[in-house]
Nanobody
Framework: VQLQASGGGLVQAGGSLRLSCAAS????????MGWFRQAPGKEREFVSA????????DYANSVKGRFTISRDNAENTVYLQMNSLKPEDTAIYYC?????????????????WGEGTQVTVSS
């Protein structure tokens, strides 16, 4: 599976961005999909995940209520709608695919990773 994240950019605090993660090479239909982010000088951290059916989602406490993850299996794409952005959301955002429904928050559980997309939120 090849994953390509897009949609990042520069936005003012309070603004919104929608990230997309497009897959090729294999259907995402049976994969749990996750979003992680890494800020300069910090560890990569979990942001959100959605299981293959879309019936279960998970969010980091820091983004809960502001970010929404969704997926379109027919389009082989996963989305992360980010609203009410804060400067502390600034990071490179990565999408990843996990064949299982466990370990949603654990980066090492994800088999495939895309190149990141930069999100910068100015104050």
């Amino acid at each position: 599976v090849q994953l390509q994240a897009s949609g990042g950019g520069l936005v003012q605090a309070g603004g919104s961005l929608r990230l997309s993660c497009a897959a090729s090479g294999r259907s995402l239909g049976r994969y749990t999909m996750g979003w992680f982010r890494q800020a300069p000088g910090k560890e990569r951290e979990f942001v959100s995940a959605i299981i293959w059916s879309g019936l279960k989602t998970d969010y980091a406490n820091s983004v809960k209520g502001r970010f929404t993850i969704s997926r379109d299996n027919a389009e082989n794409t996963v989305y992360l709608q980010m609203n009410s952005l804060k400067p502390e959301d600034t990071a490179i955002y990565y999408c990843a695919a996990n064949l299982y429904e466990s370990g949603l928050r654990v980066a090492s559980e994800y088999e495939y990773w895309g190149e990141g997309t930069q999100v910068t939120v100015s104050s």
